[in-house]
């Protein structure tokens, strides 16, 4: 069995398999998870599931040991080297299109957190619209995407990556040149938590993905706005809003029904701001 080596520097058995990630699924969610597929290595795992047959798209999860081309929100890069990550991306289809399809992003990001705090992880939160941060770096990042499937349907394809064990080179890291801090598992996760187990975690996150996918069809947004307000980070918290014609202060309020950000500016207005329109970069609130 292949061992990667811990940026803690503990030696860890740990593979990625698809049939012990399979069987890790709680067995009264397995029967709705289709088919788990591990690769050594991919351009990116949410472009794989979108080239395959809509049939084999549905309840099938792709992972990857490395991408070569990691993608995250607004056209950016996701790092996405070999030694111990997950990336891991899910495809779900909806076979009407009636559901509150831009909260989606924010029930993943509640999915993930649920992962990682089930993973023995604590003080973590979402800082809209679903970057996961950890003592204020961040620590996972959700890309999702979602298509019209015909007859009305939609297939949503949810792209989730998070630093487990991120190796650590020398100076020439290509990490050091990823423009946010950063964090892994590695660092937050204390005893008896640690080592992290990829496989475990990433069953523990199908789990997660295949309740909340199931409560979303049936409640929309609704049902997780107690788990959002715990999460946000933002809320209460000063912030600027970056469009791409200037910037805006106030205060962030939540969401809405549409998963909009919530600002009461500093002039007193309400406004809200849709995902990918804007970039939150001040006001982080640590638990
Ligand atoms: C972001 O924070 O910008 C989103 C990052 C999403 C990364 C994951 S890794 C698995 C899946 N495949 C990709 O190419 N991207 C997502």
Redesign the pocket.
């Known amino acids: 069995m292949k061992k990667s080596v811990s940026s803690t520097g503990s030696a860890v058995a740990d593979i990625l398999d698809a049939e012990a990630i399979a069987e890790g699924v709680l067995p009264s969610l397995r029967p709705q998870l289709r088919r788990v597929t591990v690769l050594t290595e991919v351009?990116?795992?949410?472009?794989e599931i979108n080239r395959l047959k809509p049939a084999e798209q549905h309840a099938h999860a792709i992972l990857?040991e490395r991408?070569t081309?990691?993608?995250?929100?607004?056209d950016?890069k996701?790092h996405?080297p070999a030694g111990g990550n997950?990336?891991?991306?899910f495809g779900w289809r909806f076979p009407h299109g009636d559901h509150p399809f831009s909260t989606l992003p924010l029930v993943a990001a509640i999915a993930v957190g649920n992962t990682l705090k089930r993973a023995g992880l604590e003080g973590h939160g979402i800082k809209w619209p679903?970057?996961i941060l950890a003592g204020g770096k961040?620590l996972?990042?959700?890309?999702v995407e979602l298509k019209s499937s015909g007859s009305g349907g939609s297939t949503a394809i949810i792209?989730?990556?998070i630093n487990v064990h991120m190796p650590s080179t020398g100076p020439e890291d290509p990490l050091k040149n990823i423009d946010r801090p950063w964090t892994d598992l590695d660092s937050q996760l204390r005893e008896p938590f640690l080592p992290c187990n990829r496989n475990q975690l990433a069953s523990g996150l199908l789990d997660q993905l295949l309740a909340a996918l199931g409560r979303f069809e049936r409640t929309g947004f609704e049902s997780f706005r107690s788990a959002w307000k715990k999460f946000d980070l933002l809320e209460d918290g000063e912030v600027t809003v970056e469009l791409d014609d200037g910037t805006v202060d106030g205060i962030a309020r939540g969401v809405n029904d549409a998963g909009e950000l919530l600002l009461e500016t500093t002039e007193g207005k309400k406004r809200s701001f849709h995902a990918g329109e804007v970039r939150v970069f001040r006001g982080i609130r640590t638990f």
Do not use: E, F, M
């Open positions: 351009d990116s795992t949410n472009s990857a991408q081309g990691g993608r995250g929100r607004r950016r996701w996405s997950i990336y891991l991306s679903n970057d961040k996972s990042g959700i890309l792209g989730v990556g």
